[in-house]
């Protein structure tokens, strides 16, 4: 029998990692006078593993979704305990439960999921994308070169009504349309460091750079890229300052899929970013079997289908038992082509480089017309590990 407060996974132990870190924190400042503040002041409460999963320091369930309430805490439906929860950002720094926000992205272990609610035992809560941002349209942000759909229901925290010049991105990773669906936006925290979570399209670790769609950051060590990432991965940089060339510095890199520890029931939201069939595919990295479950909308589940699953882990897969899918949104590009190389069939359209082939269907021409300046209207999709996006349909204006 495991003992009761061993991890049993990567992530479980990194999670918990972060909890007696916090544990630390706070004994740090309450040495140094910082407790006793006002709540709004307050460092966050923490506990010693076991009281918050009744007292054996097992934990039953993960969560990966947005937060949809603050008060009581609500994840992916499923109603929070955090009395005894640790909350970090993604850089591991502690953070205050006042600090949440409906729209803010979670990954939650908590004690056993009952009659909707679970006792947390450890959140983290980080953004997507934060950095220099542009708007494409009324409905598109670019940010690092990545593009942004900001919907109707996304939510606009504080300095996020204009066009903020620097903005923090929460919502989820579409690596087949190669974009961020935003569930929350805010203008940029003081302090808050340039970082990025997407799909690395190309890794040179000798040469010490490494690619997510358009945006390259380059390391000054190259030890700085983990020896595991590579094409493919989805990973977390944290960057420093621009580049000459166009880049930006790397400061860190680490692998940041979605591992839930065996052995848990888990309630994943996401996109499918491997495909096989509607029984066997991949939700953020996440392998999926559905080969029992019920599925809603099955006509709609395929590569790019937004889904929400519920199931348990074993062996590093999530046996569902519940998938719901809703089909993924086309991606559709306009304008002029600001670059062109016929012998690669690539061309640039507002920063994005796309490639066309034998099965891309043409309107109003063909391949020949594209040129520098011609205006053309695109439907494409991203093909994971592709530095470039595949043009299902290009229109010439």
């Given at each position: 029998m495991p003992h009761p407060n061993r991890p049993s996974s990567p992530l479980e132990a990194a999670l918990l990692r972060r909890h007696w870190l916090a544990l630390a924190a706070g004994a740090s400042l309450s040495a140094c006078g910082g407790g006793g503040t006002t709540d709004e002041g307050a460092a966050p409460t923490s506990h010693p593993l076991g009281v918050a999963t009744g007292g054996t320091g097992r934990v039953r369930s993960f969560l990966s979704a947005a937060v949809t309430a603050t008060t009581p805490l609500v994840v992916g439906g499923i109603t929070l305990d955090t009395r005894n929860a640790v909350l970090t950002d993604g850089d591991d720094a502690p953070?205050?439960?006042?600090?949440?926000?409906?729209?803010?992205?979670?990954?939650?272990?908590?004690?056993?999921?009952?009659?909707?609610?679970?006792?947390?035992?450890?959140?983290?809560?980080?953004?997507?994308?934060?950095?220099?941002?542009?708007?494409?349209?009324?409905?598109?942000?670019?940010?690092?070169?990545?593009?942004?759909?900001?919907?109707?229901?996304?939510?606009?925290?504080?300095?996020?009504?204009?066009?903020?010049?620097?903005?923090?991105?929460?919502?989820?990773?579409?690596?087949?349309?190669?974009?961020?669906?935003?569930?929350?936006?805010?203008?940029?925290?003081?302090?808050?460091?340039?970082?990025?979570?997407?799909?690395?399209?190309?890794?040179?670790?000798?040469?010490?750079?490494?690619?997510?769609?358009?945006?390259?950051?380059?390391?000054?060590?190259?030890?700085?890229?983990?020896?595991?990432?590579?094409?493919?991965?989805?990973?977390?940089?944290?960057?420093?300052?621009?580049?000459?060339?166009?880049?930006?510095?790397?400061?860190?890199?680490?692998?940041?899929?979605?591992?839930?520890?065996?052995?848990?029931?888990?309630?994943?939201?996401?996109?499918?970013?491997?495909?096989?069939?509607?029984?066997?595919?991949?939700?953020?990295?996440?392998?999926?079997?559905?080969?029992?479950?019920?599925?809603?909308?099955?006509?709609?589940?395929?590569?790019?289908?937004?889904v929400e699953v519920h199931g348990s882990m074993r062996q590093g897969v999530l046996v569902a038992t519940e998938v719901s899918a809703q089909a993924a949104e086309p991606l559709e590009l306009a304008g002029s082509i600001s670059a062109l190389d016929a012998g690669s069939q690539t061309f640039l359209l507002h920063g994005w480089q796309l490639r066309w082939d034998a099965t891309t269907r043409f309107s109003n021409g063909n391949s020949a017309g594209l040129r520098v300046g011609r205006q053309v209207a695109v439907r494409a999709r991203w093909k994971p590990g592709s530095a470039a996006l595949l043009a299902t349909q290009i229109s010439l204006g």
């Open positions: 953070l205050r439960e006042q600090q949440l926000a409906p729209g803010m992205t979670a990954r939650v272990l908590a004690g056993s999921i009952v009659g909707g609610t679970a006792p947390a035992v450890a959140i983290t809560v980080d953004t997507q994308v934060t950095g220099p941002a542009s708007w494409l349209d009324s409905r598109t942000l670019l940010v690092f070169g990545q593009r942004v759909s900001v919907g109707s229901s996304t939510v606009r925290g504080p300095g996020a009504a204009g066009a903020p010049p620097d903005v923090q991105v929460w919502g989820q990773l579409d690596p087949v349309a190669g974009r961020i669906l935003a569930t929350r936006l805010s203008a940029r925290a003081a302090n808050t460091a340039p970082m990025l979570r997407g799909l690395l399209t190309a890794v040179d670790r000798s040469a010490g750079w490494l690619q997510i769609g358009p945006l390259v950051a380059r390391a000054t060590n190259p030890s700085a890229i983990p020896a595991g990432l590579a094409e493919g991965a989805v990973a977390r940089l944290t960057l420093g300052a621009p580049l000459p060339d166009g880049s930006w510095e790397l400061i860190e890199a680490r692998d940041d899929a979605l591992r839930p520890p065996d052995g848990v029931q888990a309630e994943l939201e996401g996109h499918v970013t491997q495909f096989s069939n509607a029984r066997q595919f991949s939700l953020d990295g996440v392998p999926v079997d559905a080969s029992r479950a019920q599925i809603e909308g099955l006509a709609q589940l395929q590569l790019g289908a937004a």
